[in-house]
């Protein structure tokens, strides 16, 4: 199965996208976090996306869409697409991609909050610096104040996670992701989740629509 996951920042993509490919035997291809770790190798693409990212701004299109298609033509099981396509064009440049590699896309799940639940969990947010691993100060707290529970690093706020960055990734998606429902609401297999609730509920919500859409 090939699905997308979309939704505003802050919404449960990565928390939910990682338990969702795990269960599904799925790839789990997470936009933001291939660009963190180019950012943090240092390569080419990373110099140049952290400009962007730092100011809450989309990349370039033609550059996720290199790092996207590398992806997928790598996931021969299936994949979970978190955070790619984030406006029309990339739609777009996704659709072509997948006609040329001769699959498609079956399921589209839209997740969906208030903002209020979207600054609330952005602003509690702390992350992994050496593995990435997400955590929230109230919701999913690590064992031990600061440290990860998967690898032991240091837990840290995610530069983007600002005060003034999230109001810019909140108006970046408004404006240019939210018109992307239109485009992805006439897919076949198009579902729209309700993502308030507690993590396990979300999940279960979740799987439970993904699995009906690969039997359909
Ligand atoms: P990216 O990393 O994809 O950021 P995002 O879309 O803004 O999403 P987030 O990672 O902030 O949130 P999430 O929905 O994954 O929520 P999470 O699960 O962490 O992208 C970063 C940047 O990269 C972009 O701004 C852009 O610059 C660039 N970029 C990426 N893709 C691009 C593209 N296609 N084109 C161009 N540029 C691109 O959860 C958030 C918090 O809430 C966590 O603390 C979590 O523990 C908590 N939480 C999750 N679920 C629940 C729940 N149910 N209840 C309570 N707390 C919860």
Not at 26 to 55: F, I, N, Q, W
Not at 76 to 97: C, H, V, Y
């Amino acid at each position: 199965m090939n699905a997308l996951l979309f939704g505003p920042p802050g919404v449960g993509k990565g928390t939910q996208g990682k338990r969702l490919a795990a269960a599904l035997g799925l790839r789990h291809l997470a936009m933001g976090d291939m660009l963190r770790e180019a950012v943090r190798r240092g390569t080419p693409t990373g110099k140049l996306a952290k400009r962007y990212m730092d100011a809450g701004e989309l990349v370039p299109d033609e550059v996720v869409a290199g790092v996207i298609r590398e992806a997928i033509a790598a996931s021969e099981e299936g994949f979970l697409l978190d955070g790619f396509p984030r406006n029309r064009t990339q739609a777009e440049m996704l659709d072509a991609m997948l006609a040329e590699m001769g699959r498609r896309l079956d399921c589209v799940v839209f997740m969906d909050a208030p903002e209020d639940v979207l600054v609330d969990r952005l602003s509690g947010r702390l992350v992994c610096a050496a593995c990435g691993a997400s955590f929230h100060r109230q919701y999913s707290p690590p064992a031990k104040p600061g440290v990860c529970d998967v690898c032991g690093g240091k837990l840290i706020v995610r530069e983007d996670d600002r005060e003034e960055v999230v109001r810019a990734r909140l108006r970046v998606y408004r404006e240019q992701t939210a018109p992307l429902l239109a485009y992805y609401e006439r897919h076949p297999g198009f579902v729209r989740v309700n993502a308030q609730g507690t993590p396990d509920e979300v999940f279960n919500t979740l799987q439970e629509a993904l699995t009906r859409c690969a039997e359909v």
